[in-house]
Each structure stands twice: as structure tokens, then as C-alpha cells.
Antibody
Framework: EVQLVESGGGLVQPGGSLRLSCEASKSTFRSFAMSWVRQAPGKGLEWVSAISTSGGSTYYADSVKGRFTISRDNSKNTLYLEMNSLRAEDTALYYC????????????????WGQGTMVTVSS | QSALTQPASVSGSPGQSITISCTGTSSDVGNYDYVSWYQHHPGKAPKLMIYDVRKRPSGVSNRFSGSKSGNTASLTISGLQAEDEADYYCSTYIPSTTLYVFGPGTKVTVL
């Protein structure tokens, strides 16, 4: 089973930028589509963005479209989330997760999750 | 974006069965079998419990089962145990929008 470790979180001022990373423990990382999901303090889970195995297709929630960019480097087993024009409402614990694949098919479900990295947007 | 609705809380005694509902619309839950369920203990990573409405990943207890009727999906936990006390979230993929949506979460309390 792959393990995922997020990093890059921290305190940033409104309007600022931050880049999150998610490193996978196995080279099978390249076989999985990936997503970022966040949880604001005291709130529920919110899907943020997804990327295909090759990185050629990316998807975003309306709340972050145009401000966040998801990417991946399969040679480094690493997923990224570039966050610009950050707002107070982006304050959350950010998780990366790979999609569930059973045998030859993959599902639209998030299988393994990291422990998360905290992003706080405040002046 | 679409919204899914879940009860804020559900409780039961050890050994009992409980069911958590997840209601969407005919554009999401009702039209596709992409519903998944996650168990989330505070401070830990969420855990996939059910995918594709009713399928269980290897290693997940068979006390957890999923189903769907119309626009409502359900997660049933049978033989409730203290360790089942957690937050549970449903989620679905909406192909027409290539977006994913989570429900607000249900807090399960074992009395």
C-alpha cells in the first residue's frame, strides 16, 4: 500500500502564495490519479482538485478555479498544489489522496490519504 | 455545485445497527453509482469504507455495507462497536461536471 506525506503548509497573508507537496512512498504513484481534499477547522471535507496519471488532465472545484494549480512529477513520486491569491476561507488542513484501483479498473473514490498539511491564511 | 445532505448525527448502542443516509439528486446520486463513504476519526486520515455504492475495499469489516435507492445512498453499520464512533462522509463524482462533492458529514456516537 502506498503511503502519502504532505508538506509545505504554513501561515500566509491574504493574497499570498504557497506550494504544497505530497510525496508517495512507491513508484506505483505514476499509476494513480490523485486529488487534493481539504477540511476547514470545524467543517467537513471539501474536494479541491484532481489530476490524471500523466498530468495531462486537471480538474478544480469552483472555489479554487483560477487560483490553484495541481501538477505532478512522476519521476519524483510527488504531487503538488500551487495556491495563489489565498483567502481566509482557504484556511484548512489539506490532504492528498490517490484513487482506489482494484485490479485493472479504478474507481471515483479516494483510497489512501496522507495525514494532511495545515494552511492558515491570516494577517 | 451539487450538495449532498446527511443527518448531523446518528447514535446507537453497542451491537445495534445504524444507517446513515446521503441524499442527492437525479443528476448525481440517482444517476450514477459513484457514491463512496469515508470514516474519519479526528486527528487521523480519512479511511475509505465503501466505493461504487456498495463495494468494500479489502480490509474493511463486513459490518459496513452500502446501498442506494433513488437519489439516496445509505451506509449501514451492523454490530456497532465503540471504535465505530467517528465522523462519516459520503461523496459522489458527477461526470457531467467532472467534479466531486462531499456530504456535510454525520457524527456517529456509540452510546
Amino acid at each position: 500500500e502506498v503511503q502519502l506525506v504532505e508538506s509545505g503548509g504554513g501561515l500566509v497573508q491574504p493574497g499570498g502564495s504557497l506550494r504544497l507537496s505530497c510525496e508517495a512512498s512507491k513508484s506505483t504513484f505514476r499509476s494513480f490519479a490523485m486529488s487534493w481534499v481539504r477540511q476547514a477547522p470545524g467543517k467537513g471535507l471539501e474536494w479541491v482538485s484532481a489530476i490524471s496519471t500523466s498530468g495531462g488532465s486537471t480538474y478544480y472545484a469552483d472555489s479554487v478555479k483560477g487560483r490553484f494549480t495541481i501538477s505532478r512529477d512522476n519521476s519524483k513520486n510527488t504531487l503538488y498544489l500551487e495556491m495563489n491569491s489565498l483567502r481566509a476561507e482557504d484556511t484548512a488542513l489539506y490532504y492528498c489522496a490517490n484513487y482506489f484501483c482494484g485490479g485493472v479498473t479504478c474507481s471515483e473514490a479516494f483510497d489512501t490519504w496522507g495525514q494532511g498539511t495545515m494552511v492558515t491564511v491570516s494577517s | 455545485q451539487s450538495a449532498l445532505t446527511q443527518p448531523a448525527s446518528v447514535s446507537g448502542s453497542p451491537g445495534q445497527s445504524i444507517t446513515i443516509s446521503c441524499t442527492g439528486t437525479s443528476s448525481d446520486v440517482g444517476n450514477y453509482d459513484y457514491v463512496s463513504w469515508y470514516q474519519h476519526h479526528p486527528g487521523k486520515a480519512p479511511k475509505l469504507m465503501i466505493y461504487d455504492v456498495r463495494k468494500r475495499p479489502s480490509g474493511v469489516s463486513n459490518r459496513f455495507s452500502g446501498s442506494k435507492s433513488g437519489n439516496t445512498a445509505s451506509l449501514t453499520i451492523s454490530g456497532l462497536q465503540a471504535e465505530d464512533e467517528a465522523d462519516y462522509y459520503c461523496s459522489t463524482y458527477i461526470p457531467s461536471t467532472t467534479l466531486y462533492v462531499f456530504g456535510p458529514g454525520t457524527k456517529v456516537t456509540v452510546l
